[in-house]
């Protein structure tokens, strides 16, 4: 009993801790994205079609990174691991 515990801990486990720290980085890396967009767009507020554009595109670089982390959890749900 003590072994199947101590196995599962350190493969699954791990494996969705790595996960949550995944979506848990993501979303404080977008949060300072946007935060820093905006403060740069206060204080230039002629440039803020190119900051705007690049912020949106930052936002969908990282938010893609979170669905490959749930998607890599659903296929390692399916397959047992």
């Known amino acids: 009993?003590?072994?199947?515990?101590?196995?599962?801990?350190?493969?699954?486990?791990a494996y969705h801790f790595g996960i949550g720290m995944a979506a848990i980085g993501s979303g404080i890396g977008l949060g300072l994205a946007v935060s820093k967009a905006m403060e740069s767009m206060a204080r230039q507020p002629e440039s803020a079609a190119q900051i705007q554009t690049g912020m949106i595109i930052g936002a969908a670089?990282?938010?893609?990174?979170?669905i490959y982390a749930?998607?890599?959890n659903f296929l390692a749900a399916i397959a047992g691991f």
């Open 1 to 13: 009993m003590e072994n199947q515990l101590a196995t599962f801990l350190t493969t699954q486990g």
């Open 61 to 66: 670089f990282i938010e893609a990174l979170t």
């Open 70 to 72: 749930l998607i890599s």
